[in-house]
């Protein structure tokens, strides 16, 4: 599965095949990524990818607005959890796979509390 960005959208180390390595170059705002989610989510090879990889897309945003919410830079909430931004960055990126217990270390240096909830969907097994 390909999509392709043009060249100048892009960050060198781009990968077609690989999600976790879209880099969207920063003179971009967030709102161009969105528009390529949204025209590339027509594809049913992507909305397939995209779905499996939901819930981590989905911890990630929720990990971002957390710090952004607490005010803080990755930087700022590294020291606060003891450990350095190349760490919060791969969290944030979806590279990472963080324990309960790093959870916790976030939510306690963002104020915030840690939920985990299981819901019922309707095309369980």
């Known amino acids: 599965m ?12 781009y990968d077609s095949g690989n999600l976790h390595s879209c880099y969207i170059h920063p003179r971009n705002k967030m ?25 981590e897309f989905e911890l990630a945003r929720a990990l971002i607005t957390a710090r952004t919410q607490a005010g803080l830079t990755q930087a700022q909430l590294a020291a606060r959890m003891e450990t350095s931004q190349s760490v919060v960055s791969r969290l944030e990126s979806g590279q990472a796979h963080p324990s309960t217990k790093t959870l916790e270390r976030i939510a306690r240096a963002t104020g915030t509390r840690l939920r985990i909830a299981f819901e019922e969907v309707s095309d369980a097994v």
């Open 31 to 55: 709102s161009n990524f969105k528009q390529l989610h949204e025209k590339w989510s027509r594809e049913p090879d992507y909305r397939k990818s995209y779905d499996e990889m939901r819930a």
């Open 2 to 13: 390909t999509f392709v960005l043009s060249g100048e959208d892009l960050l060198p180390g």
